[in-house]
Structure formats: C-alpha cells, structure tokens
C-alpha cells in the first residue's frame, strides 16, 4: 500500500489527484488488477468524475456547500458536521480497475480528493492488487 500526501487550500474542494494515483499504479508494476483508493477521513471523500474541465470540480464544490450549508442547525460541538455530512454523500473510497498497467477510466474521468473541512494536509492510501491473469493463462 502506497500513501500519498495532498496539501488543500480551501475549506471545500476537490482535488485531482489522478496523475498521482497513476504514477503509483505504474511503479506497481500490476498489469492487470484492481486498483483501490481509500480516504482515511471522516470530514473527507474520494470520487471520479470530469477532470478535463476544472469548472466541473468547482461547480460540484459549489453544489455541495448550497446542499449541506456550513450553518446548521448541528449539534456536533467541533463545527463541521456539514463536512461529515457532505463526506458520507462521497464516500472515502473507489475501486478501478486495472489494465495493461493503467487505470480503466473512462476518456473524461479523473479521481479527486474531496474536502470538506480544509485546508489541511490529507492521506490517500493507493493499494494496486494483480489479479493473477499471467498465472492462470501458464
């Protein structure tokens, strides 16, 4: 398992974080497998979607603050239980699958850290899993 380190710079955002992921499928050497992408956050998310248009990662930062504003009324005393709340919407973690030793997306797609509780440095733990073709096919 491979831990990347992303620094965000505002309170909600989504950050690519595709290239990263790539390079550490590649060093893996796995051609063909399952590549898992795990956020160990509770204030933050992993999602795919768009990446060739940076206006859809703002305007989907800009959905989910008008859909769980920052003010509640919230119980929770640490003030960011929109955060918790827009990070359960996502999810902390995506499965990709693996071929010819890159990832399976689709033309558009891209992976991004979602926060909502920034800026801070956040972990994302990348586990690349052969799934034993080249061992069945012998």
């Known amino acids: ?8 710079g505002r309170r909600t955002q989504l950050l690519d ?3 990263a992921v790539e390079r550490t499928v590649a060093e893996s050497g796995v ?3 399952v590549c898992y992408v795990f956020v160990p956050h509770t204030t933050a998310g992993v999602m795919i979607n768009e990446h060739a248009d940076p206006d859809v990662a703002t305007d989907l930062e800009g959905v989910f603050d008008r859909l769980v504003p920052h003010s509640g009324p ?4 640490e ?3 929109d955060s918790h709340a827009k990070a359960v919407m996502v999810g902390a973690s995506q499965m ?4 010819k030793g890159k990832l399976a997306l689709g033309t558009w797609q891209g992976i991004f850290l ?6 801070r ?4 733990w990348v586990k690349v899993v052969d799934d034993g073709t080249k061992e069945r096919r012998k």
């Open 1 to 8: 398992m491979e831990v990347l380190k992303v620094r965000t």
């Open 17 to 19: 974080v595709t290239v």
């Open 31 to 33: 051609a063909t497998g």
């Open 74 to 77: 919230y119980r929770h005393a």
């Open 79 to 81: 003030g960011n239980s």
């Open 96 to 99: 990709i699958f693996v071929e």
């Open 114 to 119: 979602c926060e909502f509780d920034g800026p």
């Open 121 to 124: 440095e956040r972990k994302i």
